[in-house]
């Protein structure tokens, strides 16, 4: 049975920062990632995979992204590789990630439309999470630009509702912004939100599951989280951060 | 020497399309890749790799997609991959095109902003092509919102301009849009723009690069080129429409 704390394992490798009994360089990865895996699962709603992390080291690199994407099993998997090209492109991109990969969901940029976007809802069964507001200082650059009177994250939100799908869909929108994923959910109450940000980037867990007020969403920690330990008792420090993190994510109200 | 035809090959690889001679599979992407490219060297100024085509074969794709890249040789490569990410992930996406696949250049989506477009500007003698606006229909849904009293690509261009950079910067303008290219040109006079767009997505060699009048520029051109002929005299007709081609992009005005 699937953990339903809401926490959401970032896998986003770093060789520098494993531990010591690891080698430091991508030859890690999989035995790392496995154990963080092992560490996590009963507590895990679900694990992301950053394709970037695993692309920066080549051929080498994708060999351990399908190896970590098996380590991962049969707990549900998030794709975190925000493609969006046009239609051909994209459809080409979710048989990458759906397919081959076999990820249960993708994040999915929308700065190039509709026919950039909808390839990735055509697949039953699988999730999309849309970029809605990031949790980077730069969602401030575009994504709150006044649109018609609304913010362009809320434009992007709307269309992509309205457009067809049989994929479940849904947005990321950053846990940097407590107030406004409050304001966000009371317009959208039944979305699924995918919130990243909790941890090294600064959200605070309990914080944003309240703002969050019940609404289906995953939080992802990573660094805060797979690196929360260097020493010999790192996987105690692992545990003890991802039991800590599904509690409050859990009873934010407690 | 490269050739200055502004001829832009899109390497978009799809087995289903190949000539009879080859196998209807991966297997046979990088000799159908070799043979494209030394048809087109003497009339190309650059290849384009969109990393679309090859991730969704998989491993498999990924070696393919290496060994493309190796047939190239020291042609100049855009790999369109269309990243961007927050700060320490944009820059994981950076390394695996720059230092892994030695790409010369790469396509960037600047939904996310400042931060996440700058680690791929970090980059000396790299090329940056940031998406403003692109060749498909969905170019209507954001990019082209008012903003402020301009258009939400022309916002991303000069946004774009004005942050740091040690890398060369353009931007992937589509050649559906001749007239708007015309009037982007006179604005951007001096800055570099990759247009796709020509051949199967609509757009016409001639008309295009006379709306560009001679600012800096590559026009891509994919499936229209690739797979200008199936029968046993394809290598003729690939040959015959590159050399066309290059010719309409080159001397826009006879």
């Known amino acids: 049975m699937v953990p339903n704390t809401g926490l959401c394992v970032g896998l986003d490798v770093d060789p520098s920062?494993?531990?010591?009994?690891?080698?430091?360089g991508p030859?890690?990865?999989?035995?790392?990632c496995s154990e963080i895996i092992s560490l996590t699962r009963d507590v895990a709603t679900c694990y992301k995979i950053n394709t970037a992390f695993y692309e920066q080291f080549g051929r080498k690199g994708i060999d351990a992204l399908y190896a970590v994407r098996d380590a991962v099993g049969t707990a549900y998997v998030i794709a975190d590789a925000k493609r969006g090209d046009i239609g051909n492109t994209s459809s080409a991109y979710a048989r990458a990630v759906f397919e081959d990969l076999q990820a249960d969901a993708i994040t999915v940029a929308p700065y190039m439309g509709r026919d950039s976007v909808e390839p990735f809802l055509q697949w039953q069964g699988k999730m999309v999470y849309v970029l809605a507001l990031t949790s980077n200082p730069g969602s401030a650059d575009f994504q709150r630009?006044?649109?018609?009177g609304k913010m362009l994250f809320e434009h992007v939100m709307e269309s992509v509702l309205s457009w067809d799908r049989v994929s479940d869909i849904g947005?990321?929108?950053g846990a940097t912004h407590e107030r406004e994923l409050a304001a966000i959910r009371t317009s959208y109450t039944d979305v699924a939100f995918l919130v990243p940000g909790i941890g090294a980037q600064g959200g605070d867990a309990r914080l944003i599951a309240s703002a969050n007020a019940g609404g289906p969403a995953v939080f992802n920690v990573s660094r805060g989280?797979?690196?929360?330990?260097?020493g010999e008792d790192w996987r105690n420090a692992v545990r003890t951060e991802a039991i800590r993190l599904a509690h409050e994510l859990h009873s934010p109200g407690e």
């Open 171 to 173: 947005f990321v929108v």
């Open 27 to 32: 030859d890690s990865i999989v035995e790392f």
């Open 17 to 24: 920062r494993f531990p010591a009994e690891y080698t430091q």
């Open 225 to 230: 989280l797979i690196y929360a330990g260097s």
């Open 145 to 148: 630009q006044n649109v018609g």
